[in-house]
């Protein structure tokens, strides 16, 4: 109220407080609004997101695996010193373990809650034990003794500290994963689940190790009883990528057989109606990684027909291209099942656009045409000329290292597959006539238009030599003749290949 002033009429003055309140209906505290402005209308516990509990899990086995690696680092140095005979520096690593071992117990404390009694029985003996190590390498230090019977009880106290840490730290990314797990099986919301599966398809990307301990820990069962219950539909393409993402130790695929995952995949490809193509293409990258005999091959084909998904139609192709290695019989079953005209005719639509869905094909088709019973059926669906295309197929620039081993894969197999269709005369003169040869001489001569692949060169020198076995060699230039197919073919190859060698 100061610096403003008031006029009141004579007779009627006010005493200061009845002033004030008169005033006080006009004017507003701005530091009051500001207060109210920053005040949360409800409790910070309603707002707490439910997945939160997932990602500090995930956020401690990521800070306990930096930890880890610095000790694992730390080992491999005062090994280094052992053999360089650097003692000066062991004593100075040995209290870097140390203090890297209680600073990797201080993170395992702050991350967990409820420590079971057998981890920090572990954990007392990790520091008793690195304790000894720093007095044991101090006092070899202080001696200078360098004969071999002296640094026995070193080397001894290193190696049993270096076991009781792995299995400290194994036992320590087992409750956690253990606790993200119980997440799956309490299923306490879709946020709360969604953000489970999400963190285990992340650390099954981290390695075999991690994918094993997911599933000692009951990893694998948790998501095949996720893909199981009903009321959890929404999540089953997801636990399914979770499956196939961890199911590459032996480990993880001898407990998804214990666990009857094989028996739900072939309901999931045997399920009809609408919105199951995704559901389905997950379950078919399962069987991908799996690639066991045990399921009906069928399911594979018809969704490799009816998907226009890209993805989908290269995770079911994937899966029949290695049920072609099993036996031979598979490809016979395929043959019934007429996966050369699916396959071939998918090849004409978008979805197998891609140099790695080129690859699947290829590769049935190869494994298909070393059946004679199946040969006929790739010629009458046009399968040759689909072969002398592959062999055509160029990466795009600029093209990763992925991309260009799946061109050389393409190449390589449409080449083997051509050479194992030249059974008769007019069989190979077909193949003559979709101008293959001058392709394969192409790839023969020009290093880069096979990316330097030796594997892509023999395939071609094997099938330029069977064509001219069966159709002579009328086709073919004089030089090509002299240099590519009379030959032995080590001499051919190391003609066109990129060698410094000399023969005669």
Not at 379 to 396: A, D, H, I, N, T
Request: aromatic share 4%; glycine share 4%.
């Amino acid at each position: 109220m100061d610096g403003v002033l008031y006029l009141q009429r004579p007779g009627k003055r006010k005493d200061s407080v009845s002033q004030w309140l008169s005033e006080l209906r006009n004017m507003t505290e701005i530091e009051c609004m500001s207060v109210l402005q920053g005040k949360p209308l409800q409790s910070e516990s309603h707002h707490s997101d439910p997945s939160e509990n997932v990602k500090k899990m995930k956020d401690g086995i990521d800070a306990l695996k930096e930890e880890a690696d610095k000790i694992s680092e730390d080992f491999a140095e005062m090994f280094r010193c052992f053999e360089e005979g650097r003692w000066t520096d062991l004593s100075v690593h040995t209290r870097e373990i140390a203090g890297h071992i209680r600073s990797l117990i201080k993170t395992s404390n702050a991350r967990l809650k409820d420590i079971p009694v057998y981890i920090l029985e572990q954990q007392e003996m990790v520091s008793g034990e690195s304790a000894k190590l720093t007095q044991q390498a101090a006092s070899f230090c202080q001696q200078r003794n360098e004969n071999s019977a002296s640094k026995i009880p070193l080397v001894n106290q290193l190696t049993f500290l270096g076991q009781s840490f792995s299995r400290l730290v194994d036992s320590t990314l087992g409750l956690l994963v253990q606790r993200m797990v119980d997440c799956l099986d309490n299923g306490c919301g879709l946020p709360m689940v969604h953000a489970a599966v999400s963190c285990i398809i992340g650390l099954g990307l981290e390695g075999e190790h991690m994918c094993f301990i997911i599933s000692r820990e009951g990893g694998v069962r948790a998501l095949l009883d996720l893909c199981r219950r009903e009321t959890m539909t929404f999540t089953r393409s997801h636990a399914l990528r979770a499956l196939a993402t961890i199911c590459c130790a032996p480990e993880c695929i001898a407990e998804f057989e214990r666990e009857r995952g094989i028996e739900l995949l072939v309901e999931l490809l045997c399920e009809t109606g609408p919105s199951r193509e995704t559901v389905q293409g997950e379950a078919a990258g399962v069987v991908a990684q799996l690639t066991s005999p045990c399921l009906q091959h069928g399911h594979h084909l018809e969704l490799c027909q009816k998907t226009t998904s890209h993805e989908v139609f290269l995770l079911a192709a994937a899966a029949v291209a290695n049920i072609t290695f099993l036996h031979s019989q598979a490809c016979s079953m395929l043959l019934q099942l007429s996966a050369p005209r699916l396959l071939i005719q998918a090849c004409l639509a978008p979805k197998a656009r891609s140099l790695f869905a080129k690859d699947q094909v290829a590769t049935v088709l190869a494994n298909m045409a070393a059946i004679p019973a199946c040969q006929a059926d790739i010629r009458q669906q046009s399968g040759v000329e689909l072969l002398v295309r592959f062999l055509y197929e160029r990466p795009l620039s600029p093209a990763g290292p992925a991309e260009l081993a799946a061109c050389e894969r393409v190449q390589q197999k449409a080449a083997i597959a051509l050479s194992r269709l030249c059974h008769s005369g007019s069989h190979t003169e077909k193949i003559i006539q979709s101008k293959a040869l001058p392709r394969l001489v192409e790839l023969c001569r020009h290093a880069d238009a096979r990316n330097k692949s030796d594997a892509v060169l023999v395939a071609c020198l094997a099938a330029l030599r069977k064509i001219c076995s069966v159709c002579g060699t009328d086709q073919i230039r004089p030089l090509d003749l002299k240099q590519l197919v009379q030959p032995q073919l080590m001499d051919s190859f190391l003609i066109c290949s990129n060698t410094d060698e000399n023969f005669v």
